[in-house]
């Protein structure tokens, strides 16, 4: 997935930002050491966390249709990524710098959100779309300029890009039979051939529900069958009386 939203970003960048100019897209870690060897002008995306978007989290299994319409099982909603990337331009002029952060400013903010013909791979086939969000203050636990230092180089305006990516789990479980007839119900008196049984009102008035004349026999046992003879499927024995 991370390789996916790699070449996403650089399509964005080249398409929308460049037109086609001679200026690199990298994705390397801007150290000293990278920047002494560049010899081009390049934009370079830097991704330094991942983390989970926890409000975008769906914990209910989704179901999975087969042609004629029935659920063939269920498999795990997808979960989202944050991925934050440094976006710096690397020229000979900080005017030039200034022009090409500015220009990706405008793309990533006219894609907000990225459908699937704006993705690649994996992403593409997701029916939710992927968001995009730049230069929104971060937050208190970290800091663009302790990642500049723990890159070893020296600060550079530079864009704050999060990417916010569908991760397809691949847990997946199948569902039962389906079912192929409607249920079919059936009364039943009780099996050991006793007489209804006739409410006193002291049992009248221990029971819940509506009160039922004293003469009205109790249905014992209520049968619901479900299925084939063959396969009946599950019996359900319910107890009750009728209202008056």
Not at 94 to 117: N, Q
Not at 207 to 228: C, F, H, K
């Amino acid at each position: 997935m991370i390789e996916e939203v790699d070449e996403t970003l650089r399509g964005l960048v080249r398409t929308e930002v460049l037109s086609g100019s001679q200026v690199e897209v990298s994705f390397d870690a801007p150290t000293k050491d990278w920047a002494a060897r560049r010899n081009a002008p390049t934009i370079n995306l830097y991704l330094y966390d991942i983390r989970e978007d926890l409000s975008r989290r769906d914990a209910a299994w989704a179901p999975v249709y087969a042609a004629q319409g029935y659920v063939t099982g269920h498999h795990a909603s997808p979960r989202y990524f944050k991925l934050q990337y440094m976006v710096t331009a690397w020229t000979q002029r900080p005017e030039d710098e200034h022009r090409l952060l500015s220009a990706c400013l405008g793309t990533f903010l006219r894609h907000e959100t990225l459908g699937p013909a704006e993705l690649t791979g994996a992403l593409a086939e997701q029916p939710l779309p992927a968001l995009v969000s730049v230069g929104l203050p971060l937050g208190p636990d970290r800091s663009i300029a302790d990642v500049w230092s723990a890159l070893g180089g020296e600060l550079k305006p530079s864009l704050d890009l999060v990417f916010n990516a569908p991760f397809v789990v691949g847990r997946s479980i199948a569902a039962g039979a389906p079912v192929r007839e409607m249920p079919r119900l059936s009364i039943a008196r009780p099996d050991d051939g006793s007489q209804p049984e006739r409410l006193t009102p002291a049992m009248r008035a221990r029971r819940s529900g509506p009160l039922v004349p004293e003469e009205t026999p109790v249905i014992q046992d209520e049968t619901v069958v479900g299925g084939t003879k063959a396969k009946p499927g599950r019996t359900y024995r319910i107890r009750g009386y009728p209202r008056s």
